[in-house]
């Protein structure tokens, strides 16, 4: 079983930017699929980006433009930048192998004035 770290949230103002990190254990990271989800209060959890093994992405309409997802293979991690933050992207956000179907045990993201 993967173990996943999600690091990276905090309070942001609209329109602001953050990085979110999520750090895999073992050794064969570079063959997952990996995703980013969110879950606001009182909503179901939502996927907003997934990014396969060999590289390529996709994207909720709801960020598309304004978030990126990408990968280091050889630190075993996987990055979302966040910009051009809105009041509506608050949620915590967790990490997820699709691969194993692993979760980490998210991060906070607030967009507030």
């Known amino acids: 079983q993967v173990q996943l770290v999600e690091s990276g949230g905090g309070l942001v103002q609209p329109g602001g930017s953050l990085r979110l990190s999520c750090a895999a254990s073992?050794?064969?990271?570079?063959?997952?699929?990996m995703g980013w989800y969110r879950q606001a209060p009182g909503k179901p959890r939502e996927v907003v980006a997934r990014i396969r093994s060999g590289g390529s992405t996709e994207y909720s309409d709801s960020v598309k433009g304004r978030f990126t997802i990408s990968r280091d293979n050889a630190k075993n991690t996987v990055y979302l930048q966040m910009n051009s933050l809105k009041p509506e992207d608050t949620a915590v956000y967790y990490c997820r192998s699709i691969t194993t179907n692993s979760w980490g045990q998210g991060t906070q993201v607030t967009v507030s004035s």
């Open positions: 073992g050794s064969i990271f570079s063959i997952y699929d």
